[in-house]
């Protein structure tokens, strides 16, 4: 009851931000999981989150999907897209999301051992 009631209060009260998710080649336990909790979940939610499965090679199941919702240019080239080599980049994501966070040193309290400058 208690699980019944917490899931109410997070879909009655907090604003939705999910476009949508896509699950692919997730375990069997997942998809499990997903057919005992789904009744319980709102059926806005419940749309939005999709398991895939099938080929990803161009042409395939899988990557027809995902061409529907995706930029060519945003996809692995194994899902039919065009990347075909990405490399993370920390502090590229860093500086595009939250600049102020590079710019501003951090306040040294006295007595602390924080550097001068951010690394």
């Not at 995902?66 to 194994?78: G, T």
């Not at 993370?88 to 051992?113: C, E, I, M, N, Q």
């Amino acid at each position: 009851m208690c699980s019944m009631e917490t899931l109410k209060i997070f879909q009655n009260h907090y604003p939705e931000r999910l476009k949508h998710a896509y699950l692919m080649f997730s375990p069997w336990f997942f998809s499990a999981t997903w057919k005992v909790l789904s009744p319980f979940i709102d059926a806005v939610t419940k749309a939005k989150i999709s398991f895939h499965k099938g080929s990803p090679a161009p042409g395939g199941a899988l990557s027809t999907e995902m061409l529907k919702v995706f930029d060519a240019d945003q996809l692995f080239e194994e899902y039919g897209g065009g990347v075909t080599d990405y490399t993370y980049d920390r502090f590229h994501y860093l500086v595009t999301s939250s600049p102020k966070a590079l710019v501003t040193p951090p306040k040294k309290a006295s007595g602390s051992k924080v550097p001068d400058k951010a690394v």
